[in-house]
């Protein structure tokens, strides 16, 4: 028999109790990736070190494939989608090969729009299928599918009207909340003979992801937003109504949510909503109009501009060209909070061109802007002094400056008698005989910027993509272009981890796909 044990040996003293960090700090360390074993992590360190690869001189890009297509062609996240979403190929391989290939159907059932889906990895789904990456897509008889990105298995189909075309499909929140929207309604000449008068412009279907569910449908009508309604798009909760006066409001969706959404509605679910019976997401009924939006609601922001409005920066600004003429060529930077301009607001990039600079908030969420023209590419920052009048100042943080030859400005000509003239050359900035940046996009793995630069030689244009250091600008990398490039054509380059997509139109309409991979030099000598 054992002997009594002593409350001390019973119960260790608080001392001598080992301590550790509780599950709260536990959680926080590792959203922000400080385990070493845990995916985020890991991930980040493999993309850290494949940058080191990419940026080394002993590596190049090797152009590998290229496809011809009479239809437009899509890329996203290593899938090349060709004949309208009907061919998908992956191009995560050495070269890349047919994923899959949707039967062909009729014009009716044709892929109108399409969103990928990236599942997330933190949380369980109802089903299984919905941990798959897939493609969202409307069809033009109004079904909403969800496409296994990997097999082109059909997971998933909702309907949506059998009244409203529905066209559009785009992002209110990434990986968030998805909208579709239709056409614009029309009314026909007997209609306007007949003087029936249809204030509807178009309709908007919301849903959240993940899994796949409705938030509601909602009707935009003239009557509660005016009568020069132009177009309607949804980011960031926030719905943005321009007129064709120049001008956009701003109303809040969460509001007009809780004040006009007359019953929720649940995909597959039985509903009789103003007397139309059926289930939800299927033919016939679709999904009905449950967000009748009876009244203006509340304006939380307003202005008039002559061309776009963009949103966003620490804390929220927007840049907007003012609808006068003497303001025509340059941007305006100001506080989404009372409209005041930032100081050092007004960016003017001051260049004679035949295509006009273009400005937008940095896609890194840091805040910055990049203002792009033909020859300088200049990254601002956004300084906000809390207190007092909390304005703002927009200071640069560098620049980026095409590479030209100072003397190609002035031209030198000999007269009969031996003199040298030197004429002055006026050319345009953007003269293709000089190097001019064309494209500017974001690698946000790799933290890089990605810059093409073009320049006209006697075999054609000759493109070269630069590989820029996202936090100074250094340049670290530039890559040559097998192919020319037309500028008279639109192009879209994308530098994905190790792969260079390169999709261009060419002439009757043609478009043409080029794939370049990674590879070391000696083996491509």
């Given at each position: 028999?054992?002997?009594?044990?002593?409350?001390?040996?019973?119960?260790?003293?608080?001392?001598?109790?080992?301590?550790?960090?509780?599950a709260?700090?536990?959680?926080?360390?590792?959203?922000?990736?400080y385990?070493s074993?845990?995916?985020?992590?890991?991930?980040?360190r493999?993309?850290?070190?494949l940058?080191?690869?990419?940026?080394?001189?002993?590596?190049?890009?090797?152009?590998?494939?290229?496809?011809?297509?009479?239809?437009?062609?899509?890329?996203?996240?290593g899938?090349?989608?060709?004949?309208n979403?009907?061919?998908?190929?992956?191009?995560?391989?050495?070269?890349?090969?047919?994923?899959?290939?949707?039967?062909?159907?009729?014009?009716a059932?044709?892929?109108?729009?399409a969103l990928?889906?990236?599942?997330?990895?933190?949380?369980?789904?109802?089903?299984?299928s919905?941990q798959?990456?897939?493609?969202?897509v409307v069809?033009?008889?109004?079904?909403?599918?969800r496409?296994?990105?990997?097999t082109?298995e059909?997971?998933?189909?909702?309907?949506?009207?059998?009244?409203?075309?529905?066209?559009?499909?785009?992002?209110?929140d990434?990986?968030?909340?998805?909208y579709?929207k239709?056409?614009?309604?029309?009314?026909?000449?007997?209609?306007?003979?007949?003087?029936?008068?249809?204030?509807t412009?178009m309709?908007?279907?919301?849903?959240?992801?993940?899994?796949?569910?409705?938030?509601?449908?909602?009707?935009?009508?003239?009557?509660?937003f005016?009568?020069?309604?132009?177009?309607?798009?949804?980011s960031?909760?926030?719905?943005?109504?321009?007129?064709?006066?120049?001008?956009?409001r701003?109303?809040?969706?969460e509001?007009?949510?809780?004040?006009?959404r007359t019953?929720?509605?649940?995909?597959?679910?039985?509903?009789?909503?103003?007397?139309?019976?059926?289930?939800?997401?299927?033919?016939?009924?679709?999904?009905?109009?449950?967000?009748?939006?009876?009244?203006?609601?509340?304006?939380?922001?307003e202005v008039?501009?002559?061309?776009?409005i963009?949103?966003?920066g620490?804390?929220?600004?927007?840049?907007?060209?003012?609808?006068?003429?003497?303001?025509r060529?340059?941007?305006?930077?100001?506080?989404l909070?009372?409209g005041?301009?930032?100081?050092?607001?007004?960016?003017?990039?001051n260049c004679?061109?035949?295509?006009s600079?273009?400005?937008?908030?940095h896609?890194?969420?840091?805040?910055?802007?990049?203002?792009?023209?033909?020859?300088?590419?200049?990254?601002?920052?956004?300084l906000?002094?809390?207190g007092?009048?909390?304005?703002?100042?927009?200071t640069?943080?560098?620049?980026?400056?095409?590479?030209?030859?100072?003397?190609?400005?002035s031209?030198?000509?000999?007269?009969?008698s031996?003199?040298?003239?030197?004429?002055?050359?006026?050319?345009?900035?953007?003269?293709?005989?000089?190097?001019?940046?064309r494209?500017?996009?974001y690698?946000?793995?790799?933290?890089?910027?990605?810059v093409?630069?073009?320049r006209?030689e006697?075999?054609?244009?000759?493109?070269?993509?630069c590989?820029?250091?996202?936090?100074n600008?250094?340049?670290?990398?530039?890559i040559?272009?097998?192919?020319?490039?037309?500028?008279?054509?639109s192009?879209?380059l994308?530098?994905?981890?190790?792969?260079?997509?390169?999709?261009?139109?060419?002439?009757?309409?043609?478009f043409?796909?080029?794939?370049?991979?990674?590879?070391?030099?000696?083996l491509?000598?």
């Amino acid at each position: 028999m054992s002997s009594k044990q002593t409350p001390s040996q019973q119960r260790p003293l608080a001392r001598e109790q080992r301590s550790g960090k509780n599950a709260c700090l536990h959680m926080d360390f590792r959203s922000r990736g400080y385990y070493s074993k845990d995916a985020g992590c890991l991930l980040r360190r493999n993309l850290t070190l494949l940058r080191e690869i990419l940026l080394n001189n002993d590596v190049v890009f090797k152009e590998v494939w290229t496809k011809i297509s009479k239809s437009p062609i899509s890329y996203e996240s290593g899938r090349l989608y060709f004949e309208n979403y009907r061919c998908c190929y992956t191009s995560q391989q050495a070269k890349p090969r047919l994923l899959y290939e949707l039967p062909k159907c009729s014009k009716a059932e044709k892929i109108e729009d399409a969103l990928f889906l990236q599942s997330p990895l933190g949380s369980m789904l109802p089903s299984p299928s919905d941990q798959q990456s897939s493609l969202l897509v409307v069809t033009g008889n109004s079904w909403l599918c969800r496409i296994s990105s990997n097999t082109g298995e059909v997971l998933q189909r909702v309907y949506l009207s059998p009244q409203h075309k529905f066209r559009y499909l785009n992002w209110d929140d990434s990986q968030e909340t998805i909208y579709a929207k239709s056409i614009q309604k029309k009314l026909s000449p007997l209609a306007r003979q007949a003087g029936l008068d249809d204030s509807t412009l178009m309709f908007l279907a919301v849903f959240r992801v993940f899994p796949l569910k409705l938030v509601g449908v909602l009707e935009i009508n003239k009557r509660v937003f005016g009568s020069t309604v132009a177009d309607v798009v949804l980011s960031q909760g926030v719905l943005a109504v321009s007129h064709t006066t120049k001008c956009v409001r701003l109303y809040s969706l969460e509001r007009i949510v809780d004040m006009f959404r007359t019953k929720e509605l649940v995909i597959g679910e039985h509903c009789d909503l103003g007397g139309t019976q059926g289930i939800v997401g299927e033919p016939p009924l679709g999904i009905p109009v449950n967000i009748h939006i009876t009244e203006a609601p509340p304006v939380l922001f307003e202005v008039t501009y002559h061309e776009g409005i963009q949103i966003g920066g620490i804390p929220f600004h927007f840049i907007y060209t003012p609808s006068h003429k003497k303001h025509r060529g340059t941007h305006h930077v100001c506080s989404l909070k009372d409209g005041t301009l930032a100081r050092n607001g007004i960016q003017d990039m001051n260049c004679c061109s035949l295509e006009s600079d273009w400005i937008l908030f940095h896609p890194d969420q840091s805040g910055r802007i990049i203002h792009v023209g033909p020859n300088t590419i200049n990254v601002l920052k956004m300084l906000t002094v809390w207190g007092g009048d909390s304005q703002s100042e927009i200071t640069k943080d560098f620049s980026i400056i095409a590479q030209r030859d100072q003397h190609e400005a002035s031209q030198v000509t000999v007269t009969s008698s031996g003199r040298t003239v030197k004429r002055r050359v006026h050319q345009l900035d953007d003269d293709p005989e000089h190097e001019t940046f064309r494209m500017v996009e974001y690698e946000d793995e790799l933290d890089l910027l990605t810059v093409v630069v073009t320049r006209r030689e006697e075999a054609g244009g000759e493109a070269a993509v630069c590989l820029h250091d996202n936090n100074n600008g250094a340049m670290m990398k530039r890559i040559l272009l097998r192919e020319s490039w037309d500028e008279t054509y639109s192009h879209q380059l994308i530098l994905d981890r190790d792969t260079i997509v390169h999709i261009e139109q060419g002439r009757n309409n043609n478009f043409c796909c080029h794939v370049y991979k990674m590879t070391p030099k000696r083996l491509n000598e």
